[in-house]
């Protein structure tokens, strides 16, 4: 397309478009898909999973498959370093508890996905649906999403 | 300040004006502080680090202080799971080693670390200056740092 160059009205200043530009940017088109665990799992098989995954954090999902924790490396590390035996320990004693959860929705912005993780300082946000009467996990969204959107933004910006 | 509304002659377009704003940002401005270990700490008294300070990434240093590694939350869940004891595992055992090791400098622009950060599959590179033969740590980027920079830039946006 032939670009816009020289006079041009838009009624807006170049900041208030690219504040425009970022609001528009939806989790639905970034987010990763979710990597899940069952309560029961021990230690032992969520470090597995997420090696095998390659992903630093796992969602945790109740007998109907719905959102009951969150499951993170630092939560893995720590139990390592105790005195139990990771195959005996089931993830649900040691993963951060519903509703203490911090989640999102494919329709939310992505910069609101950003201040969030930076907010509550963690790493990963499971994206949910309702079901029933809780929230099923169909997506991720961590700093790495967010690093991709930032590069997608400039690149874009740069053609 | 007076917004600029309206007709306004910029020889540039909204995009340019985006992408140079991204390019302008500079990795000096968005680093934070390193936290370096010993080659010579065991994997044990890294993981207390990493939990006392709170990072997923210390940055290994010699005995002239220069950088010699990189050490992950990964690397640490991968030695607690296997049959070696954390006491006596020396990190430089088990940590990325230099010149395998992906670095950064503080005037490099914040982007083209991001990009790294995506295109390595890594959590953090140390921001190093030159000293001697070898490279002294004076910070840290991760993707903290950027998920940070893109909500200062759309804040900054939106203002």
Known sequence: ARPRVGY???????????????????????????VVAKESS?????????FLEDVGSLFVV???GLLSGVLSRKDLLR?????????HVPISVIMSRMPNITFCRS???VIDVAELLI?????ALPVVRTKGDGLE???????????????????????
């Not at 907010?119 to 790493?123: G, M, V």
């Open 8 to 34: 041009f009205y838009t009624g807006q200043t170049p900041f208030t478009l690219l504040s425009e530009q970022i609001q528009k940017m939806e989790v639905r088109n970034y987010q990763s898909l979710p």
């Open 42 to 50: 021990s230690a032992y098989e969520a470090v597995c999973t997420m």
């Open 62 to 64: 109740n007998d109907q």
């Open 79 to 87: 139990t390592a370093i105790g005195s139990q035996d990771m195959n």
């Open 107 to 109: 329709d939310d912005a």
């Open 119 to 123: 907010s509550r300082e963690i790493d």
């Open 137 to 159: 996990v169909i997506g991720r969204m961590t700093k790495t999403n967010i690093t991709k959107a930032f590069v997608e933004l400039a690149r874009g910006a740069a053609e």
